[in-house]
């Protein structure tokens, strides 16, 4: 069974920092892409980061660029996502999506 799992988000301070885990099994992870994805309250979908299935090639929306490191370690089959310097327009549900599949979703919530 196809299964990812997101985990690491909480409530933090505007300029905090969060990590983000997803962790993947029932597939062969280190073969696919990944990305996370996040829907803000009352918004739709956008595409904050990607990186290609041997980690060596990343992509950031601009609204994340110098703040967020997305990461992987195909051994564990599991990817990050570093959030650094966090403003309150972060604050939504973040999933992770990889080989057709994307993970339950963890909230971010950031405020003072």
């Known amino acids: 069974e196809v299964q990812l799992q997101a985990s690491g988000g909480g409530l933090v301070q505007p300029g905090g920092s969060l990590r983000l885990s997803c962790v993947a099994s029932?597939?062969?992870?280190?073969?696919?892409?990944m990305s996370w994805v996040r829907q803000a309250p009352g918004k739709g979908p956008e595409y904050v980061s990607a990186?290609?299935?041997?980690?060596?090639?990343?992509y950031y929306a601009d609204s994340v660029k110098g703040r967020f490191t997305i990461s992987r370690d195909n051994a564990k089959n599991t990817a990050y996502l570093q959030m650094d310097s966090l403003k309150p327009e972060d604050t939504a549900v973040y999933y992770c999506n990889t080989a057709g599949h994307w993970g339950q979703g963890t909230l971010v919530t950031v405020s003072s």
């Open positions: 029932g597939f062969t992870f280190g073969s696919y892409d």
């Open positions: 990186t290609n299935s041997g980690g060596g090639t990343s």
